[in-house]
């Protein structure tokens, strides 16, 4: 059983198109996120949401639009694609601990080309 | 930024142990240190968590001082299939961002 799935794994598309990344977790978890690797391999949160509120907002262009429609649910849409949206968007999920720091979980990740 | 600060590389050879040390001179009182392993075109995965002293599981040992501002991984043993970019963050209890720093890239030869 996929914990984190994200579909599409790979997307392929031209500069201005509009697409979409969508993300399910089957764990109950009730924090999700997506975050971006460029090719530097450094990760950045792009957006977190808890119970389908939106909880992070870091400084994202607004074409990107993340969406909740349940907490098991967190899909990114992306409008106006450019060049430098390249880049392998992971979707994450996370369940608050009795002690300790939050432990992600990460999806396999879906690799953006824009050509 | 990051709050945690890693070598880069490092290279190792099957059976040897492993060490990657990371500084955060700068952790807050409730942070807990953990690391994530990544292998290529995969997401991360958590590997380890502490906030002082040592912890160990089946995976790795961390070692972590008692003025906090560095730890250790321990990987026994490395095999081939450790090769992976290991990433030490500095971790808000109970929420908060989680900050990735670049990561040490360990590879494991023959």
């Known amino acids: 059983d996929t914990a984190v799935s994200q579909t599409p794994k790979y997307l392929v598309t031209q500069m201005g198109n509009d697409k979409s990344i969508k993300c399910e977790q089957n764990l109950g978890h009730d924090t999700m996120y997506w975050y971006k690797q460029d090719s530097k391999k450094f990760l950045k949160i792009m957006f977190s949401?808890?119970?389908?509120?939106?909880?992070i907002n870091e400084t994202v262009p607004n074409r990107f639009s993340p969406k909740s429609p349940d907490k098991a649910h967190l899909n990114l849409h992306i409008n106006s694609l450019e060049l430098g949206d390249s880049a392998v968007y992971f979707c994450?999920?996370?369940?608050?601990?009795?002690?300790?720091?939050?432990?992600?979980?990460f999806g396999a990740g879906s690799r953006l080309t824009v050509l | 930024l990051a709050k945690t600060t890693q070598p880069i590389s490092m290279d190792s050879y099957e059976g040897q142990e492993v060490n990657i040390t990371c500084s955060h001179n700068n952790i807050a009182t409730n942070d807990y240190i953990t690391w994530y392993q990544q292998f290529p075109s995969q997401g991360p995965r958590f590997i380890i968590q502490?906030?002082?002293t040592k912890v160990t599981n089946e995976v790795a040992s961390l070692f972590i001082p008692a003025d906090r501002k560095s730890s250790t991984l321990s990987l026994p043993r490395v095999s081939l299939s450790d090769t992976a970019v290991y990433y030490c963050l500095a971790c808000p209890e109970q929420g908060g961002k989680l900050i990735f720093g670049q990561g040490t890239e360990l590879s494991v030869k023959p």
């Open positions: 502490g906030y002082k």
């Open positions: 994450a999920s996370s369940q608050r601990q009795d002690s300790g720091a939050n432990v992600l979980t």
């Open positions: 949401y808890n119970n389908k509120e939106l909880i």
